[in-house]
């Protein structure tokens, strides 16, 4: 709870108010029966006329009215402070996520990270609001209520005083086991958004496949898990309301059989027993909603620590001085010196695989290569070699277990993320496009004008398709680019690559769309008009890398061939293989 107080902090006289003026709101509905029993047992039978009853009447009407009031005020403000204080943490929780490592967002899942922005903020900011408003009204009414049926009849508000007590500590202890209960729940949120997001994702696998009936079942069996897991919460967490009204009801019965014997017996005004029934009722609506308090205690408490466990994380990746960092072995754009790599890592020399009692899985051996400034790198291999890895590491998405990875003649780990990134025009293996124009998928929020955007769609053999539409680069993508073929979408994300000019150009199986034909001509293009900038190009396609520098052929994370094309294919029976097999394919 920690997390809620820090967001409502800025708030707390804002708080205050509403506190107060649902403090008032609900002290005039209290005097609303104490009124009606005075008017019944006192004006009414000494009354010369009916003005002095009207009058009084008049006045219960003037605190109705007052507390409808109040209340539709207090409720209006609570509202205001629980939509800002959650904004905040949105916003927090969401700048967080961007910052996370590549670790970090491996631990948490995307999944997860959706849900917490969503039904966990959505938990705190109802119970932000109703802290506000019923965290005053319930106990006010419970206790107000007692009161004043103390200085009326004491003997039948000893009723009251033996069962409150009692119902509050039951609702305080299944609130307590409801806790944990609830994050479970949210836990099991997660894994059902997964499959959702894999679903929505992935639908036309899934009816190309015709799996329907196998992810329905596999949905089915996510859902059936966090409903049965809902209900148990709900079934603890409603036990309290059941019970509370059984004891308020008991009592509400005994002060009808006790009052009635009372007022028979000229100890007790009617008006009195009408006055303890009201009370009764004002009385269960307090400790009802206390309940409901407790409740929604128990999901906000839930959701906020799982929301603290992403806003706490500390930032990995922080730049580190010059002087903590180790000096470049030379003054090439891009080195890589015998560095190893693994996911599983938490952190160097340990393992996750390792506390499973498994052998770390390394994605890159001692590995260590060279790219002088302005030239090009082709990498190559299997599905699971490591290719990506390298990316990540040069990017610092990661740090490697061992070894260093140099840019520009400098530790990665010495630049700051921005500085680092804006070194590159890069193309991920799995890139997006987003639901916007293409102008601005291509430029991104960087200072691209006019002139550059044309120039970077021709160069990606993309400016053809995009000045084919009516409103050309004004033309609006659909999400995941939907309403583009494979080509095109992969055409536009090189554009967006090369558009600000980048220093060190990375594509990472970008062309595996394109035809031999169209690559061919996206190949020349980048050498004739990007030739200044370093490349690294990532494919499966031979065609893709020979003319590069230098080729890396990697194999289950080691290198295990370097040279160019020529030497490739002398010395390495890897390459050798893809060759062959490749040049076959395309003369069938």
């Given at each position: 709870?920690?997390?809620?107080?820090?967001?409502?902090?800025?708030?707390?006289?804002?708080?205050?108010?509403?506190?107060?003026?649902?403090?008032?709101?609900?002290?005039?509905?209290?005097?609303?029966?104490?009124?009606?029993?005075?008017?019944?047992?006192?004006?009414?039978?000494?009354?010369?006329?009916?003005?002095?009853?009207?009058?009084?009447?008049?006045?219960?009407l003037?605190?109705?009215?007052?507390?409808?009031?109040?209340?539709?005020?207090?409720?209006?403000?609570?509202?205001?402070?629980?939509?800002?204080?959650?904004?905040?943490?949105?916003?927090?929780?969401?700048?967080?996520?961007?910052?996370?490592?590549?670790?970090?967002?491996?631990?948490?899942?995307?999944?997860?990270?959706?849900?917490?922005?969503?039904?966990?903020?959505?938990?705190?900011?109802?119970?932000v609001?109703?802290?506000?408003?019923?965290?005053?009204?319930?106990?006010?009414?419970?206790?107000g209520?007692?009161?004043?049926t103390?200085?009326?009849?004491?003997?039948?508000?000893?009723?009251?005083?033996?069962?409150?007590?009692?119902?509050?500590?039951?609702?305080?202890?299944?609130?307590?086991?409801?806790?944990?209960?609830?994050?479970?729940?949210?836990?099991?949120?997660?894994?059902?958004?997964?499959?959702?997001?894999?679903?929505?994702?992935?639908?036309?696998?899934?009816?190309?496949?015709?799996?329907?009936?196998?992810?329905?079942?596999?949905?089915?069996e996510?859902?059936?898990?966090m409903?049965?897991?809902?209900?148990k919460?709900?079934?603890i967490?409603?036990?309290?309301?059941?019970?509370?009204?059984?004891f308020?009801?008991?009592?509400?019965?005994?002060?009808?059989?006790?009052?009635?014997?009372?007022v028979n017996?000229?100890?007790?005004?009617?008006?009195?027993?009408?006055?303890?029934?009201?009370?009764?009722?004002?009385i269960?609506?307090?400790?009802?909603?206390?309940?409901?308090?407790?409740?929604?205690?128990?999901?906000?408490?839930?959701?906020?620590?799982?929301?603290?466990?992403?806003?706490?994380?500390?930032?990995?990746?922080?730049?580190?001085?010059?002087?903590?960092?180790?000096?470049?072995?030379?003054?090439?754009?891009?080195?890589?010196d015998?560095?190893?790599?693994?996911?599983?890592?938490?952190?160097?020399?340990?393992?996750?695989?390792?506390?499973?009692?498994?052998?770390?899985?390394?994605c890159?051996?001692?590995?260590?290569?060279?790219?002088?400034?302005?030239?090009?790198?082709?990498?190559?291999?299997?599905?699971?070699?490591?290719?990506?890895?390298?990316?990540n590491?040069?990017?610092?998405?990661?740090?490697?277990?061992?070894g260093?990875?140099?840019?520009?003649?400098?530790?990665?780990?010495?630049?700051?993320?921005?500085?680092?990134?804006?070194?590159?025009?890069?193309?991920?293996?799995?890139?997006?496009?987003?639901?916007?124009?293409?102008?601005?998928?291509?430029?991104?929020?960087?200072?691209?004008?006019?002139?550059?955007?044309?120039?970077?769609?021709?160069?990606?053999?993309?400016?053809?398709?995009?000045?084919?539409?009516?409103?050309?680069?004004?033309?609006?993508?659909a999400?995941?680019?939907?309403?583009f073929?494979?080509?095109?979408?992969?055409r536009?994300?090189?554009?967006?690559?090369?558009?600000?000019?980048?220093?060190?150009?990375?594509?990472?199986?970008?062309?595996?769309?394109?035809?031999?034909?169209?690559?061919?001509?996206?190949?020349?293009?980048?050498?004739?008009?990007?030739?200044?900038?370093?490349t690294?190009?990532?494919?499966?396609?031979?065609?893709?890398?020979?003319?590069?520098?230098?080729i890396?052929?990697?194999h289950e994370?080691?290198?295990?061939?370097?040279?160019?094309?020529?030497?490739?294919?002398?010395?390495?029976?890897?390459?050798?293989?893809?060759?062959?097999?490749?040049?076959?394919?395309?003369?069938?």
């Amino acid at each position: 709870m920690k997390l809620i107080w820090k967001y409502v902090r800025p708030h707390r006289f804002f708080i205050l108010a509403v506190m107060l003026i649902k403090l008032a709101g609900t002290g005039t509905e209290l005097l609303i029966p104490y009124v009606l029993e005075h008017l019944l047992d006192h004006v009414v039978p000494a009354a010369r006329s009916g003005w002095e009853v009207a009058a009084w009447g008049g006045a219960m009407l003037v605190l109705t009215l007052v507390t409808r009031l109040l209340n539709v005020t207090a409720n209006r403000m609570s509202v205001r402070v629980a939509r800002e204080s959650t904004f905040c943490v949105r916003r927090d929780l969401f700048r967080t996520a961007l910052n996370l490592s590549g670790r970090q967002m491996d631990q948490f899942g995307l999944p997860s990270l959706i849900s917490r922005m969503t039904s966990d903020t959505y938990n705190v900011q109802n119970f932000v609001r109703m802290i506000q408003t019923m965290g005053i009204r319930a106990p006010i009414m419970l206790i107000g209520g007692i009161v004043i049926t103390l200085t009326m009849d004491t003997g039948l508000a000893m009723i009251l005083c033996v069962m409150a007590p009692v119902m509050i500590v039951l609702v305080s202890f299944v609130s307590w086991k409801g806790i944990p209960l609830y994050d479970g729940v949210q836990r099991r949120m997660d894994v059902l958004v997964r499959i959702m997001r894999e679903n929505i994702t992935g639908i036309r696998v899934v009816k190309a496949l015709s799996r329907e009936p196998f992810e329905r079942r596999r949905y089915g069996e996510a859902n059936t898990r966090m409903a049965r897991q809902e209900v148990k919460a709900s079934v603890i967490m409603s036990l309290p309301g059941p019970i509370v009204t059984l004891f308020l009801n008991v009592g509400l019965t005994l002060v009808v059989l006790l009052g009635a014997r009372r007022v028979n017996d000229g100890l007790t005004a009617p008006g009195v027993i009408l006055a303890f029934l009201t009370y009764f009722n004002m009385i269960l609506m307090g400790v009802m909603g206390l309940n409901r308090i407790f409740m929604m205690m128990s999901k906000a408490n839930a959701s906020a620590n799982r929301i603290a466990e992403v806003v706490n994380q500390p930032e990995e990746l922080t730049p580190l001085p010059e002087a903590e960092t180790v000096p470049a072995p030379g003054e090439e754009a891009l080195i890589f010196d015998h560095v190893t790599f693994s996911y599983d890592a938490d952190t160097p020399g340990e393992s996750r695989g390792q506390f499973l009692g498994e052998e770390r899985q390394q994605c890159l051996k001692d590995i260590s290569f060279r790219v002088p400034r302005g030239g090009s790198l082709g990498i190559i291999g299997a599905t699971g070699s490591g290719k990506t890895s390298i990316i990540n590491l040069l990017m610092r998405f990661y740090d490697p277990q061992e070894g260093h990875v140099f840019v520009d003649g400098k530790d990665v780990r010495a630049y700051d993320r921005d500085t680092l990134h804006r070194k590159f025009g890069v193309v991920f293996q799995n890139d997006v496009i987003f639901a916007d124009t293409i102008r601005e998928n291509v430029s991104f929020g960087r200072e691209v004008d006019g002139e550059m955007l044309r120039r970077a769609a021709r160069d990606a053999m993309a400016q053809g398709f995009v000045e084919e539409y009516e409103d050309a680069y004004d033309h609006e993508a659909a999400i995941h680019g939907a309403n583009f073929s494979g080509g095109q979408k992969q055409r536009l994300l090189i554009a967006r690559a090369l558009a600000a000019d980048p220093e060190i150009l990375i594509l990472d199986d970008a062309s595996s769309a394109l035809d031999y034909r169209t690559d061919a001509a996206l190949r020349r293009a980048i050498r004739e008009h990007h030739g200044s900038a370093t490349t690294v190009v990532i494919a499966q396609r031979v065609s893709s890398i020979l003319a590069m520098d230098e080729i890396l052929v990697l194999h289950e994370g080691e290198l295990i061939g370097r040279g160019t094309h020529a030497e490739l294919m002398a010395s390495c029976p890897v390459y050798q293989d893809i060759y062959r097999t490749q040049m076959n394919e395309e003369v069938e």
